[in-house]
């Protein structure tokens, strides 16, 4: 005999087989548990009566109670309805139908008292209610139906058809939750239930399907979101905490001459607040015995690049070897180019590997790194070859994050037999709430703060028919020396769409800006590797004064005398995507620009993105509305990580403050007891062990 919350939902009162196989296949509900916890999605307050001098036409909703003092059927055909008469001593209030005429009026009774409910509208004076809800204010019982606050749950076409609509699932629940009541056992301990004055489980389960009042109804949404939010995070600083203690890391005990040296000699500039606090916090880290597993974000152009040479100097002082791998080629270039720079005469053994090295040097570079001489080694994927071994890699920083699979990190992971720090960087912001469940076993530290002297980018929005506008300006840009992206989100058409391609916008631009005037170059996806690097590169020694291209560059590419960004066809672009885009500019001294061209007429939410883009600049302001707009689901690298985003009623897009609290109140748990061995804390090891069962292994991931 199972336990009775575990019992199949067909032998729910009211519910049976064919039933029961819907809620089965529609709902996932198999069991009582299962309904229990099926939460509904929105509420009506049904608490208040009013009067019928009161109703007003801006009411959502009103509830009156009285007497029908008679019906009357008025119109033909189409527009026959029923009126009744509506009074309770204030005023008449008309009820109508349009269906069912017949039935509804042989139902209605004068000598009783009912409640209505429903949506008042106004005509000639005269309030009236179409469809309304009709209860007798006095049920079976003899007592007088009390306001209440209405749940409605989400259902489907299939269960309204097999007469499960929202009413009947709440009927389900009337019908369940008197039995189940004294067997729901509490599922968090209770000195925190006590501490953190939660109300208990039976009450707010109650609660949830049949809310008391307002304030009962917030109490049993916030017990029930915290303890969601608070075992996914207590499961996270678990394992987080288990594999510090399995995987030790190699402590850089020093600061030596080689980051000294750097720091006092060659650093072209003054560091900002934000990345001394950067490198303060990785310093701890790394230092401390633990392996470090950094998330590092910074929006395009706050520095990350300066971060990661002197965490990379740490290691060297430390005697280790450090990589630093990128996404793409082109970037892995700019990335060597700038640190060797940066180094200036500093003796550091600096290479690069990627697909284009030759055959020579990459033998060279290979007997390098494994006899030690090689400090650091910057390059593509090509670090990731079975070929490439080090002598000692302490630190792995990995760039721009997203561009890379998760597979692919791990296996620079296991690049050693004690793991190598590991710093992934990233310019797509993530909102803190998504950074504190899908990557909240790493550390996170951001910059949050640009290097001084940068102009903001001015954003502007332009529709189709003010092309010749934009050209205009473009003109005077390229006349002053500037140079122009042009972004477009196709390569070929490949269906009958209304927006420009790629080509057919290089022909178009071409013409608008001729030889041997203009110089225009084009670089998209389907291009030869080659090709493309030598098209950027002609780009970016200034030769071409227009880079028409798809979205392949939208990561880190560095241009600084490229001060406008055009994007077309904005609407297809994604919010990130477009502030990525956004980024490719401004690196200079100059103003730079941001064009955002769409079609006239905009959905909803492609209108919003395109007004989050011109006023705000801030990339976390921009996840932060991408979240919003989209759901946490949605966002880029939470679909790989298959943590909990099944959430029941907790969202991660509302309810932050209460995702802080549950993390904070986790983390002094495990700081005090980090076993979960103290008998008070028994039930959150039992409720560990049972959600790891489903659990996916994160934590070598990074
Ligand atoms: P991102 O974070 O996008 O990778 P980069 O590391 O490419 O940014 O830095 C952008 C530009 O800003 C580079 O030219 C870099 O040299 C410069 N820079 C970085 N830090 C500072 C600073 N503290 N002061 C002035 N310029 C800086
Ligand atoms: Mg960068």
Redesign the pocket.
């Known amino acids: 005999m199972p336990e009775f919350l575990d019992q199949d939902i067909k032998f729910l009162p009211g519910v049976g087989p064919r039933r029961a196989s819907l809620l089965n296949s529609e709902l996932k509900i198999f069991t009582f548990r299962d309904l229990l916890y099926y939460f509904p999605f929105k509420y009506v307050d049904r608490t208040r009566f009013y009067n019928i001098k009161e109703i007003d036409s801006k009411l959502p909703y009103i509830q009156v109670k009285g007497r029908i003092t008679g019906t009357e059927v008025v119109g033909e055909g189409r527009s026959q309805r029923l009126v009744a008469f509506f009074t309770d001593g204030t005023g008449i209030l008309e009820l109508v139908w349009f269906k069912g005429i017949k039935y509804v009026r042989s139902t209605l009774n004068t000598t009783k008292q009912y409640v209505v409910f429903g949506k008042p509208t106004e005509f000639n004076g005269q309030y009236n209610i179409v469809h309304p809800e009709l209860e007798e204010a006095d049920n079976q019982q003899g007592k007088q139906v009390q306001g209440y606050i209405q749940a409605f749950y989400n259902t489907t076409e299939k269960l309204k058809k097999g007469f499960l609509n929202s009413k009947a699932i709440l009927k389900l629940q009337q019908n369940l939750f008197p039995l189940a009541k004294g067997k729901l056992k509490e599922t968090l301990p209770a000195w925190l239930v006590e501490k953190y004055h939660l109300l208990s489980l039976p009450e707010a389960i109650g609660n949830i399907h049949f809310p008391q009042n307002p304030n009962a109804l917030r109490k049993a949404e916030y017990r029930l979101k915290f303890e969601e939010l608070f075992y996914i995070q207590l499961k996270i600083l678990h394992l987080k905490a288990d594999r510090q203690t399995k995987f030790r890391g190699h402590p850089f005990t020093i600061i030596g001459d080689y980051f000294n040296e750097f720091f006092h000699n060659h650093l072209?500039?003054?560091?900002?607040g934000a990345?001394k606090r950067v490198i303060k916090e990785i310093r701890k880290d790394v230092g401390s015995g633990k392996q470090m597993n950094r998330l590092l974000q910074?929006?395009?152009?706050?520095?990350?690049?300066?971060v990661g040479l002197m965490t990379m100097l740490m290691a060297l002082d430390n005697g280790f070897q450090s990589s630093m791998m990128a996404p793409t080629e082109i970037l892995a270039n700019q990335h060597y180019d700038?640190i060797k720079k940066f180094l200036g005469n500093m003796s550091v053994n600096v290479r690069l590997l990627t697909g284009s090295t030759k055959k020579s040097e990459r033998k060279e570079i290979h007997e390098q790194l494994e006899n030690g001489e090689l400090h650091i080694l910057i390059g593509t994927h090509a670090l990731l070859e079975e070929k490439v071994k080090f002598k000692n890699l302490g630190m792995v920083i990995v760039?721009e994050q997203h561009r890379f699979g998760v597979a692919q990190r791990a296996r620079l992971w296991r690049k050693n037999y004690v793991p190598p720090h590991v710093l992934v960087?990233t310019?797509t912001p993530i909102p803190r709430t998504l950074a504190m469940t899908v990557y909240g076993d790493l550390d996170v530290s951001v910059?949050d703060e640009l290097?001084?002297?940068r102009k903001p980018i001015k954003t502007m929005h332009y529709f189709e028919n003010n092309r010749k506008k934009v050209y205009d300006f473009m003109r005077k840009e390229i006349e002053i020396g500037r140079q122009i992206y042009m972004v477009y989100p196709l390569i070929s058409e490949s269906e009958k769409m209304d927006f420009k391609n790629l080509e057919e916008g290089y022909k178009h631009i071409k013409t608008a800006f001729p030889e041997p005037k203009y110089h225009v170059s084009m670089v998209h996806g389907k291009m030869r590797p080659k090709d493309k690097d030598a098209e950027m590169m002609r780009f970016k020694n200034g030769e071409t004064n227009i880079m028409v291209a798809t979205t392949v560059i939208e990561v880190?590419v560095?241009v600084?005398n490229a001060s406008v960004m055009i994007i077309e066809s904005t609407e297809r672009f994604g919010l990130s995507q477009l502030h990525q885009l956004r980024?490719r500019v401004g690196?200079g001294a100059e103003q730079s620009f941001c064009i955002l061209m769409s079609k006239y007429k905009l959905g909803a939410e492609s209108r919003k993105r395109i007004e989050t883009m011109v006023a705000t600049n801030d990339g976390f302001e921009i996840a932060e509305a991408d979240m919003k707009l989209r759901g946490p689901g949605d966002i880029e690298g939470t679909q790989q990580s298959g943590m909990a985003f099944d959430m029941k009623i907790a969202n991660l897009a509302k309810d932050g403050q209460i995702l802080q609290y549950a993390r904070d109140i986790a983390t002094d748990i495990l700081t005090e007891d980090p076993a979960l061995a103290k008998p008070e804390n028994n039930l959150l090891r039992k409720q560990l062990i049972a959600l790891r069962k489903n659990h996916l292994n994160w934590s070598s991931i990074s």
Do not use: H, N, Y
């Not at 910074?298 to 300066?306: A, E, H, L, P, R």
């Open positions: 072209p500039f003054e560091l900002t990345q910074g929006d395009v152009g706050s520095g990350k690049t300066m700038s760039d960087m310019a910059i290097p001084p002297g880190g560095d600084p980024g690196r």
